[in-house]
């Protein structure tokens, strides 16, 4: 399926979607049927209205692309906030998409099963940690499709997002070799986690052995993310995993990629990402043998 870019926007660094994106980006269904046990409501329309997309039946992904030329084989699958009860799919997924895309990175933005909107029938801890497994063994197994190093796929979660991207970040996804579908052979854990005013749900007790490198950053005066935060630098700490942590003075919930902030240090919050990704090596080309965290 393809679809448009959107209206225009501008970046904090001053560059525009237009330059960002392809003139189309593709969606892909996590599943070709349907999700399992779903399979019937895969055709059932969606809701969108504003900033949101409700009622999603039939996970996908929205793959966007770095101009031609510009890839480095990095990628990172975008899982947007909205308490699981409405994906803020344009500013927390498509936005900093073609952000990522600027970058050389691939982005893929994940619409996931809302376990907490009215009505739904869907389980945060069965249907939604699906989706996050499926997608991230879609872009693992489907890499070379996409010019992608396969050691080189990370996580993105903004707010209910960051609980998403915690159920693949510290918890056994890998792979089941003997499975008919080739996806589900793929391991489902990231390379690195971005976790942007991140819920609490899915805070590992320890830091577990191989959990990805992280970035967090929040505000202090966002009082949840503001909380969890500082206790995972120290678990990070514990585990001896590299970790980064930004928590700015000012800027509440939901500042989204910043460019509607008055803050100069939200709206600039991007190039600290930017930075830490660059600092790891992953804006780098790949190369074989080259560690994915830039060690």
């Not at 990175?105 to 376990?115: D, E, M, N, S």
């Not at 003997?178 to 986690?193: G, L, S």
Request: proline share 9%; with cysteine; glycine share 10%.
């Amino acid at each position: 399926m393809k679809h448009r870019c959107l209206t225009p926007f501008v970046f904090v660094i001053g560059i525009a979607t237009a330059q960002l994106c392809a003139e189309n980006f593709t969606v892909i269904p996590l599943w070709s049927d349907g999700a399992p046990g779903f399979a019937g409501r895969k055709n059932e329309p969606e809701e969108a209205k504003d900033y949101w997309v409700k009622s999603v039946h039939n996970p996908s992904l929205t793959v966007v692309l770095p101009p031609k030329g510009k890839a480095n084989g990095t990628a990172v699958v975008i899982c947007p906030g909205g308490g699981h009860r409405e994906l803020v799919f344009n500013r927390e997924g498509i936005e900093p998409a073609q952000y990522f895309a600027h970058l050389g990175v691939t982005a893929f933005v994940l619409k996931y099963r809302l376990a907490r909107q009215q009505g739904s029938p869907y389980k945060l801890e069965e249907d939604t940690f699906a989706d996050i497994k499926r997608a991230m063994r879609i872009v693992r197994n489907r890499a070379g499709e996409w010019g992608i190093n396969p050691d080189r796929i990370g996580i993105m979660g903004w707010s209910a997002g960051g609980e998403v991207a915690a159920m693949v970040s510290y918890r056994p996804v890998t792979g089941d070799p003997t499975a008919v579908d080739p996806i589900d052979r793929a391991d489902a854990k990231p390379n690195f986690e971005i976790s942007i005013y991140p819920g609490g749900y899915g805070t590992p007790e320890t830091v577990p052995a191989g959990s990805p490198p992280a970035f967090f950053l929040c505000a202090n005066d966002d009082q949840g993310p503001a909380k969890t935060i500082p206790i995972m630098l120290e678990k990070y700490r514990a585990a001896g995993i590299p970790v980064e942590v930004h928590i700015y003075a000012e800027g509440h919930h939901a500042f989204n990629m910043g460019d509607r902030s008055d803050l100069v240090s939200i709206r600039a919050w991007p190039q600290r990402m930017a930075d830490w990704l660059e600092d790891r090596g992953l804006l780098r080309p790949a190369r074989n043998g080259t560690s994915p965290t830039g060690k």
